[in-house]
Structures are given as structure tokens and as C-alpha cells.
């Protein structure tokens, strides 16, 4: 389902990504890529060779944290704004509204990976 999500959102005039259960960048679209001001998802998707976060790249870590603690409990998260870090070092603050979707695997018990739409942005 979010592979189709993503392929719907990949040239929206909003940013669009997908966080897999570890909050690593699963996949962004290019509105979003451009804000940031990277010129590919891979710049964003990988730190040398490791995997990068969202809450790496955000202020709010503790709010993050609360967040995914309360959806984990069943709780609808409704949108949050949040400070990221662009290329630059600049910060941008956007607006993100985005669920949990359950992933079932092969022996393995349910994984959350999670999906977010930037319904807003402003300088901070």
C-alpha cells in the first residue's frame, strides 16, 4: 500500500515520505527532496553508509518519541509541527499529519512503518 501511496506522491506539489519501522527514510518525493534543498532522495536516505533517521534530522526528539509511544498505544497522533535541518544547516519548520500502517511479515510479528504529508511550511 505505501509503495502505491509513494508512486502517487512522487511529483505532488507537497512533500510527501515514508518512514520504515526503524524512522529510517523509506522513500521521499521530490517536492520534499527540493525543500530540504538535496538534489536526490539518496542524500537524504543515507549518512555515508548508514541509514538516516527523521528524528536525526528534526529537533523535536522527545516530541517524536511521545508521539510514536502514543500511537503505538492506539492513539491517532493528528498533525504535529516539527524543526528540520536542510542541506544548508537552515531550519524549516513543517507541518506533518501521517499514521502508522500495519506491515505484516513472514515470521515475524506486526511492523509499523509510518507515512507523513508536509501540509505546511514556514521559516522558522
Known amino acids: 500500500m505505501l509503495g502505491k501511496l509513494a508512486e502517487v506522491m512522487e511529483d505532488?506539489?507537497?512533500?510527501?515520505?515514508?518512514?520504515?519501522?526503524q524512522n529510517e527514510f523509506e522513500k521521499i518525493n521530490k517536492y520534499f527532496v527540493h525543500e530540504l534543498g538535496y538534489e536526490d532522495e539518496s542524500?537524504?536516505?543515507?549518512?555515508?553508509?548508514?541509514?538516516?533517521t527523521f528524528v536525526e534530522m528534526?529537533?523535536?526528539?522527545?516530541e517524536y518519541e511521545d508521539m510514536l509511544?502514543?500511537?503505538a498505544k492506539g492513539?491517532?497522533?493528528g498533525p504535529h509541527w516539527w524543526t528540520i535541518r536542510r542541506?544548508?544547516?537552515?531550519k524549516l519548520r513543517?507541518?506533518?499529519?501521517?499514521?502508522?500502517?500495519?506491515?505484516?511479515r513472514p515470521k515475524e510479528n506486526e511492523a509499523v512503518h509510518r507515512f507523513g504529508v508536509v501540509i505546511d511550511t514556514k521559516e522558522p
Do not use: C, M, Q
Request: aromatic content about 6%; proline content about 4%.
Open 12 to 21: 505532488a506539489p507537497i512533500g510527501f515520505t515514508w518512514l520504515n519501522e
Open 43 to 52: 542524500e537524504i536516505k543515507y549518512k555515508g553508509p548508514e541509514r538516516r
Open 58 to 62: 528534526i529537533d523535536e526528539k522527545r
Open 69 to 71: 509511544a502514543a500511537s
Open 75 to 77: 492513539v491517532r497522533t
Open 87 to 90: 542541506r544548508n544547516g537552515k
Open 94 to 104: 513543517i507541518r506533518t499529519h501521517g499514521e502508522g500502517v500495519a506491515v505484516r
